[in-house]
């Protein structure tokens, strides 16, 4: 009875199952593709710009004239300015927008702040796309 039973049962043929591994590995290679492209996609976007504090900040008066360059593939936004983590809102530049060009542009960026001299200040300047510049400095 019991050949009986072994022998009534029939397995996939291994035509159909070669092309539903075939499948089943297109269809894991059409994900990873996908994943991969959109990551990579986002990442070269934020690789583009790459801002650098291009000199040593000027402290004139209550006003930290600090001079970055962009030296990324991609045009870059200034969108904020912080001391000391405060988001400053009396901020000028030297252009009329506040675009950094790639490829080694530069802007001038003026902040209203009063300080004290030989104190040590924490400067962040943050682009809409991208890796903020932070770094600091102390004044003389």
Not at 48 to 64: E, F
């Amino acid at each position: 009875m019991t050949r009986n039973m072994l022998k009534s049962k029939k397995a996939i043929s291994p035509i159909l199952a070669t092309l539903l591994l075939i499948v089943i590995a297109v269809a894991a290679i059409v994900v990873t593709y996908a994943w991969v492209m959109t990551y990579m996609s986002s990442a070269g976007q934020q690789a583009g710009v790459l801002l650098k504090k291009d000199a040593p900040c000027l402290w004139q008066s209550d006003n930290i004239t600090i001079y970055v360059r962009n030296t990324g593939t991609s045009d870059a936004e200034i969108d904020a300015v912080y001391v000391n983590s405060e988001p400053q809102s009396t901020v000028t530049y030297d252009l009329a927008t506040r675009i950094v060009v790639k490829d080694g542009g530069t802007i001038t960026i003026v902040v209203t702040y009063p300080y004290a001299n030989g104190t040590r200040y924490h400067f962040q300047i943050s682009p809409k796309l991208g890796e903020a510049l932070s770094f600091e400095e102390t004044s003389p």
